[in-house]
């Protein structure tokens, strides 16, 4: 895995724009909870940004897949393809909605709807007036458009390349690994992957719940993402086998 930054199945949603206040009750994030029912139906988004391919609605490899956007909740909201290449247009960055996608893993394809014949039609952001070009909002992802390939997060979403690759550290400010990989299942992250790299414990792959507002604090400026756990908390982890995903993207 050596993209984004895949991570422990966190049982927190982080906010983009500035780390997360939250309260001190202690709540056992992981009582009940398995990453079992992930192997069946989740897919690596660490996977999805480095190895599919993007292909257009006539069965041509057009691109790839830059990033992923999602909402504070964790809502896949859409990605963010480099296309057009080989094109009389030249590298085009696009902004696809996530429900006009299909995902075949297991072919390492992402198809979506756009030609050469139409790439030229999406001006950046559409017609947004006074918003600037830079933003991109929420609503952003409900159209496909051109974007920039530099594009900031408005407050309320954030790209994979974000939190993916970030460094992760216990409650009790104890280094723990980094943030390896988002694993979503029906279109929202289910959980994230954290590498523990030998800094605490066994090292390898560990999976948490991503819950929105389950204690964890980030903010995307530090690149530290302090899990909810403690290093009690932390041996109590599943390792995360990523030979057991159904939908792999190898």
């Known amino acids: 895995m050596t993209f984004m930054r895949s991570a422990l199945c966190l049982a ?12 001190n009750q202690s709540v056992d994030i992981l009582q009940g909870w398995s990453a079992d029912p992930l ?28 990033n992923v956007i999602f909402s504070d909740s964790g809502e896949a909201l859409a990605i963010i393809a480099q296309v057009g290449g080989f094109w009389d247009i030249g590298d085009t960055h696009v902004s696809v909605p996530w429900d006009e996608l299909e995902i075949m893993a297991n072919e390492r394809r992402v198809n979506i709807p756009i030609t050469e014949e139409t790439a030229g039609d999406y001006s950046m952001f559409g017609d947004r007036g006074w918003f600037s070009e830079e933003d991109y909002f929420a609503w ?5 458009q051109a974007v920039d390939d530099d594009l900031d997060p ?27 990989d988002l694993i979503v299942e029906d279109g929202q992250v289910a959980a994230l ?5 030998g800094y605490y414990g066994t090292p390898g792959y560990y999976a948490y719940p991503y819950g929105y507002g389950a204690g964890a604090t980030w903010n995307p400026y530090d690149r530290r993402y302090r899990l909810p756990l403690d290093s009690a908390d932390a041996e109590q982890i599943e390792s995360f086998d990523y030979d057991r995903l159904t939908n792999r993207i190898e």
């Open 12 to 23: 927190a949603v982080a906010l983009p724009t500035s780390a997360l206040a939250q309260d």
């Open 39 to 66: 192997y069946a139906t989740g897919m690596s988004v660490d996977q999805l940004l480095n190895n599919a391919d993007v292909y257009g609605p006539n069965g041509e490899n057009i691109g790839t897949v830059e």
């Open 140 to 144: 952003d992802a409900d159209v496909l």
């Open 154 to 180: 408005g407050p309320t979403v954030f790209r994979a390349s974000e939190l993916i690759g970030d460094y992760a550290y216990l409650s009790d400010a104890v280094p723990y690994g980094y943030v390896n």
């Open 193 to 197: 992957v954290v590498d523990a790299a």
